[in-house]
Nanobody, 123 residues
Framework: QVQLVESGGGLVQAGGSLRLSCAAS????????MGWFRQAPGKEREFVAA????????YYADSVKGRFTISRDNAKNTVYLQMNSLKPEDTAVYYCATGLVRGWYDLGEYRYWGQGTQVTVSS
């Protein structure tokens, strides 16, 4: 029912910044949350950050807290991930996801996923 499209990935130097966007195809519901996940080669997909459409409360993985900021524009059905002070270990394919999420970081609670966008941080 919901289609998500990520954009904004690319190649940046360590210490640089990048902003990812995730646009939903249609309306979202207040009970839905939007999350960002990432997956590096040979690694499991891991939680990065999430935000709730209603109220805008957020939650971050410890590895990105203080460097990344998630935000949303409900009118545009779009969520953003501002990534600052990027490190080589941030290199991964970044995915946005949404669904009727009760928690924050459980991949299984996110039903709809985007195709991913590559972020590469060079040293």
């Amino acid at each position: 029912q919901v289609q998500l499209v990520e954009s904004g990935g690319g190649l940046v130097q360590a210490g640089g910044s990048l902003r990812l966007s995730c646009a939903a195809s249609g309306r979202t519901f207040s009970s839905y949350a939007m999350g960002w996940f990432r997956q590096a080669p040979g690694k499991e997909r891991e939680f990065v950050a999430a935000i709730r459409w209603s109220g805008g409360s957020t939650y971050y993985a410890d590895s990105v807290k203080g460097r990344f900021t998630i935000s949303r524009d409900n009118a545009k059905n779009t969520v953003y991930l501002q990534m600052n002070s990027l490190k080589p270990e941030d290199t991964a394919v970044y995915y946005c996801a949404t669904g009727l999420v009760r928690g924050w970081y459980d991949l299984g609670e996110y039903r709809y996923w985007g195709q991913g966008t590559q972020v590469t941080v060079s040293s």
